[in-house]
């Protein structure tokens, strides 16, 4: 099964994208991740999300196209962060036909901004094994310090508030359209992101389950 999660910053795509990996076997896509990856050497890429703002269509889409061509894709994908312009999902649209893959159902993770920014403030991550958490919701045992390998946990450059209002009118003037765009395709689903973390897993898991 082939998933994309949409939803503005904070929603909880990478925390349920995480999850939905590891209870169903798909494979859990991250653009934002990939992304940051490739900013250790790509100055152009790093100097973007530092700043909140999109990395070009063409650049993305390459590296979805690279990154679909591996043999654990067949296994089913998340998308989490992409597609994220009408562009994008145009082409992505392109690449899917070509390629005869078929996208069984778009999850749009809803929430309030301030939630988004309350969430993307407390938000620290793991920079060794990429967990994330939330200084209130869900804190680390021992603080500031990762459950799993104890690393010190960082705040992400592009967390900062100035440049979360940032990306959230990036993602209202660019992403917010696809919500109609897979609206009009018949592929999504709407799920309710303000409530905890294991509710809106339920809330997308009864979709797979049917599947
Ligand atoms: P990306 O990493 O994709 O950032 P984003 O979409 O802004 O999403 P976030 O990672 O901020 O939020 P999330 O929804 O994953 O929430 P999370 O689960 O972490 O992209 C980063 C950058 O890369 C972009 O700005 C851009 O520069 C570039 N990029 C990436 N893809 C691109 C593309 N396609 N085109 C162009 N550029 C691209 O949760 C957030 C916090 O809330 C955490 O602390 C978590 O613990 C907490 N939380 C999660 N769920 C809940 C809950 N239900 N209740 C309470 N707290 C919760």
């Known amino acids: 099964m082939n998933c994309i999660l949409l939803g503005p910053p904070g929603a909880g795509k990478g925390t349920q994208g995480k999850k939905i990996e590891e209870a169903f076997g798909v494979v859990h896509l991250s653009t934002g ?3 940051r990856e490739a900013r250790k050497s790509d100055k152009v890429v790093d100097e973007l999300i ?3 703002q999109l990395v070009p269509d063409d650049i993305v889409v390459d590296v979805i196209k690279k990154r679909l061509q591996k043999e654990d894709i067949k296994k089913g994908f998340l998308l989490d962060g992409f597609p994220r312009t009408l562009n994008q999902a145009k082409e992505f649209d392109v690449v899917l036909e070509t390629r005869q893959i078929k996208i069984d159902l778009v999850f749009f993770i809803d929430v ?3 939630e988004s920014v309350k969430r993307i403030a407390g938000r620290r991550v793991c920079p060794s094994c990429g967990v994330s958490y939330h200084v209130i919701a ?3 045992k021992v603080p500031d310090k990762c459950d799993f390998c104890c690393n010190l946990l960082v705040q992400r450059n592009d967390d900062r508030e100035s440049i979360v209002r940032d990306r959230l009118k990036i993602y209202r003037k660019h992403s917010e359209p696809l919500v ?5 395709a018949g592929s999504i689903v709407y799920i309710d992101g303000s409530k905890g ?3 809106v897993f339920k809330q997308i ?6 599947r």
Do not use: N
Not at 205 to 210: M, R, T
């Open 50 to 52: 530092a700043l909140g």
């Open 197 to 199: 973390e294991l509710d």
């Open 138 to 140: 869900t804190p680390p």
């Open 112 to 114: 309030h901004f301030e």
């Open 205 to 210: 898991s009864k979709h797979l389950e049917i």
């Open 180 to 184: 109609d765009y897979y609206k009009r």
């Open 33 to 35: 991740d990939m992304f």
